[in-house]
C-alpha cells in the first residue's frame, strides 16, 4: 500500500527558532501534499495544500510567511514554521494524494511538535 | 457551509457491536471516508463510500445515503484495541476532506 513518512517525529525547540519539518510519498507520487495541524481533542486543521512546483494554498488564518511550504518534488513537501513559538506547539500531520487515484489520500505518522 | 455531525463520544462493551452515525454538509460530494486515528498518532484509512449502500471490510462495515447526507460505520465484535477516535470525513467538490471533531469511542472489559 502507498506509504506516506514524516521526519522527525518528535522535535522540541526554543522559542524563536525555525524548524523544518519533512513529508516524503515513499512509493507514489503526489502531486499534491496537504499539511494539517491537530491540537489536543481538536479535530484536524487543514493549514495549506501544496502542489508539485507550484505555491502552495493556504487556508484562511494561516499566515504564510510563518507556515513555508515547498513541494520541489512529485515524492517531497517540507513545512517550515519559522521563529516558533509556544502556541505552535502541536501535532503536524502531512497527507498525500496518489496521482493515480485522486479521491484518497494517505496520511504520514505526523510530527509532535514542542517549543520552549 | 460545510460542516459535519457526529457524537462526541460513545461508550461499548468488548465483543459488542457499535454504530457511528455521521451526518454532513458540503459544497459538491466526492465520497466519504472514515478514519481511525488513536491518540497522539495521525489518521489511518478505514473505508470510502462514494455509492449509496453498505460496504463491508472485515469487522468494520460502512453505510451511505448521498440523498439524507448521512454515513454510519459499524464495527463488530469490538475489541479493545478499537478505543479511538473515528473520523467522517465527506469529500467536497474540490477534492478535498472536510474533517470535524470525530467521535472518541470508549471500550469496556
Known amino acids: 500500500g502507498a506509504v506516506v513518512s514524516q521526519h522527525p517525529s518528535r522535535v522540541i525547540c526554543k522559542s524563536g527558532t525555525s524548524v523544518k519539518i519533512e513529508c516524503r510519498s515513499l512509493?507514489?507520487?503526489?502531486?499534491?501534499m496537504f499539511w494539517y495541524r491537530q491540537f489536543p481533542k481538536q479535530s484536524l486543521m487543514l493549514m495549506a495544500t501544496s502542489n508539485e512546483g507550484s505555491k502552495a494554498t493556504y487556508e484562511q488564518g494561516v499566515e504564510k510567511d510563518k507556515f513555508l511550504i515547498n513541494h520541489a518534488s512529485l515524492t517531497l513537501s517540507t513545512l517550515t514554521v519559522t521563529s516558533a513559538h509556544p502556541e505552535d506547539s502541536s501535532f503536524y500531520i502531512c497527507?498525500?494524494?496518489?496521482?493515480?487515484?485522486?479521491?484518497?489520500?494517505?496520511f504520514g505518522p505526523g510530527t509532535r511538535l514542542t517549543v520552549l | 457551509g460545510q460542516n459535519i455531525d457526529q457524537p462526541t463520544e460513545m461508550t461499548a462493551t468488548e465483543g459488542a457491536i457499535v454504530q457511528i452515525n455521521c451526518t454532513y454538509q458540503t459544497s459538491g460530494f466526492n465520497g466519504l471516508f472514515w478514519y481511525q486515528q488513536h491518540a497522539g498518532e495521525a489518521p489511518t484509512f478505514l473505508s470510502y463510500n462514494v455509492l449509496d449502500g453498505l460496504e463491508e471490510k472485515g469487522r468494520f462495515s460502512s453505510f451511505l445515503s448521498r440523498s439524507k447526507g448521512y454515513s454510519y460505520l459499524l464495527l463488530k465484535e469490538l475489541q479493545m484495541k478499537d478505543s479511538a477516535s473515528y473520523l467522517c470525513a465527506p469529500m467536497d467538490s474540490n477534492y478535498q476532506l472536510i474533517w470535524g471533531a470525530g467521535t472518541k469511542l470508549i471500550i469496556k472489559p
Open positions: 512509493d507514489f507520487q503526489a502531486t499534491t
Open positions: 497527507s498525500a494524494r496518489d496521482l493515480r487515484d485522486y479521491n484518497e489520500q494517505f
